[in-house]
């Protein structure tokens, strides 16, 4: 067996190529050069040696990954459009602008600066779903690459459109103020784009952390409470309206509000989705299956309804398309806008809920306060990778028997058992050994009954797996 088809081998025994966001793994032991070409060969094979835009984050690793993922595109045939630094919901919005055949991200979004990924998007700027993936894998898998003659190798062509995507974002988000705004790009790939967007606005901006720089050093690529205190201290002592805090790659935001404390995530999604279902006298929102249920709680009494799915914002966004839904989004702050484009987008988001503020004459803090805040418990146990079937095809047959009261049982992702004053969450983790149990309650009394209950019957599961 030569060395391809050790590597092909290994990977259909662990798992598959593309996880709930494209492609991510460490540089150079997960993603190495090699498998980016022939991620890029493999999608030129797939288009028809279709034409292709591609952009890049801040990490060390995405020019060269660009470069081998380049190499794979033009050995299949394929003409690229090469963007270079740039945030992923630009890419997205542009794949559809341009009306290419696919487009590519190179990131990892939040994750660390030794990761890197590879994301890819269809022509209506909606990313890859697994079947679709599943068609690239096949290609890479089973060697079926179609190489073009040297005489057809076409070129790679770097182009700057970003002012076509500002211009766009401005006139949807008008705005009549000037608002005080602080943002943190978090030296990611919204580094240029996000403050020039709210120049254009004409916001006034301080910008922290704007300096794109592939080590992070100033807060972790993902906008966590810990990193982001410096922020909240800055939007404090400026007496700014607002703050935004971007992902590694500005697919998500969170909102640091007036006072300088960050905006609660599942009240802030939940406070933004009431607006537009108000705005449009009803309409469908879509969620996972993790938000709390103080979404329906918003947006139920406004003649809305919620559609929840798996997590992952693949999973959101082909929701949005095909229910036709007014708004998309997950707790973590990747807002799906749909009347522009169908990847999350952070740029656009922190926008567009200034543009709500505005319309409603309200701080961040007023924005929510109608919002009910709930008491929510998390934990995870260890669980073998290769168990992890068995003991969620025996919970889906035993959770449900600890809870006489059960109003809605999901199993589109893990078991979601929606109870009388509360819901329970059992899923296994999509990348590591483990199953995470998720409880919200109206109180915090429910709350530990409900996780005290499904927590002893998932160790027990887990344990007679395990044997």
């Known amino acids: 067996m030569n060395m391809i088809d050790s590597e092909v081998l290994a990977r259909i025994v662990n798992q598959r190529l593309f996880g709930t966001s494209g492609i991510r793994g460490v540089f150079n032991v997960d993603l190495t050069p090699k498998l980016a070409l022939e991620v890029g060969l493999a999608l030129a094979t797939h288009t028809n040696s279709g034409e292709i835009v591609i952009g890049h984050d801040t990490r060390v690793s995405s020019p060269l ?5 380049i190499s794979g595109l033009l050995s299949g045939g394929s003409n690229v459009r090469r963007l270079g630094l740039t945030p992923t919901p630009v890419l997205a919005f542009l794949t559809r602008e341009l009306k290419v055949d696919a487009g590519l991200m190179i990131t990892a979004s939040h994750n660390p600066p030794e990761y890197n990924g590879i994301k890819i998007f269809n022509p209506d700027s909606t990313a890859y779903n697994e079947e679709e993936q599943r068609k690239i894998e096949e290609i890479i898998d089973k060697r079926l690459f179609k190489r073009s003659a040297w005489q057809n190798i076409k070129t790679a062509a770097s182009q700057d459109r970003t002012q076509t995507y500002l211009e766009v974002v401005q006139q949807a988000a008008k705005l009549e103020r000037s608002w005080r705004v602080v943002l943190d790009p978090g030296c990611g790939a919204t580094c240029h784009v996000a403050p020039a967007l709210f120049r254009l606005l004409e916001c006034r901006i301080t910008a922290l952390n704007s300096q794109p720089d592939g080590f992070f050093p100033a807060r972790s690529p993902a906008p966590e409470p810990e990193s982001l205190e410096p922020l909240g201290r800055v939007v404090k002592e400026l007496g700014a309206d607002v703050g935004f805090a971007f992902d590694g790659d500005g697919d998500r935001v969170v909102v640091i509000d007036e006072t300088g404390m960050i905006a609660p995530l599942d009240q802030t999604l939940a406070a933004y989705a009431g607006y537009l279902v108000r705005k449009h006298k009803g309409g469908v929102v879509v969620t996972t299956v993790e938000t709390s249920m103080c979404l329906e709680r918003t947006i139920e009494p406004l003649h809305g309804k919620v559609l929840r799915t798996r997590v992952g914002d693949v999973e959101v966004a082909t929701a949005v398309k095909n229910r036709k839904a007014v708004f998309g989004g997950e707790p973590c ?118 996780m005290e209950k499904s927590l002893k019957q998932v160790e027990k599961t887990i344990e007679r797996a395990a044997k």
């Open 65 to 69: 990954l660009e470069h081998s993922v």
């Open 333 to 450: 702050g990747a807002w799906i806008h749909p009347s522009l484009h169908y990847c999350p987008d952070g740029i656009l988001s922190s926008a567009l809920l200034l543009k709500a503020l505005e319309a409603e004459d309200k701080t961040v803090t007023s924005f929510i306060s109608k919002v009910p805040r709930f008491s929510m418990l998390r934990r995870k146990l260890s669980c073998p990778k290769q168990v992890k079937s068995l003991v969620m095809n025996d919970l889906k047959k035993t959770l449900p028997a600890l809870f006489p009261e059960i109003v809605e049982e999901l199993a589109i992702d893990g078991v979601r058992l929606t109870l009388k004053n509360g819901w329970v969450l059992v899923r296994p983790s999509g990348t590591e050994p483990q199953i995470r149990i998720t409880v919200e309650a109206e109180n915090p009394e429910e709350a530990r009954s409900i």
